[in-house]
């Protein structure tokens, strides 16, 4: 909504993306990635950014991601306990 300057009442839906929501033009769309990697920490490719073509896409490319980057964190804290225990 911020990335945009949409209205409070603006309401998405799942299908919408570049040409439904005002400003989600090509430019938008970079400014919206890059707003996405400032705010929650990531990073994406160019094949990832070009791929997330609407609200649904980035939707489930974010409860991929959250899934893989919980896997990673239980394997990192399984790896510390093991060199914990190790020594």
Not at 10 to 26: A, C, I, L, T
Not at 28 to 56: P, Q, R, T
Request: aromatic share 12%.
């Amino acid at each position: 909504r911020n990335t945009f300057s949409l209205p409070k009442n603006f309401k998405f839906s799942d299908q919408q993306g570049p040409g439904n929501v005002p400003g989600w033009d090509s430019l938008g769309h970079i400014n919206l990635m890059s707003a996405l990697e400032s705010e929650y920490k990531i990073s994406l490719d160019i094949s990832e950014i070009v791929s997330l073509e609407s609200i649904k896409d980035i939707l489930i490319f974010w409860k991929k991601t959250q899934h893989q980057m919980t896997w990673l964190s239980l394997c990192r804290a399984a790896i510390w306990m093991a060199c914990r225990l190790s020594f």
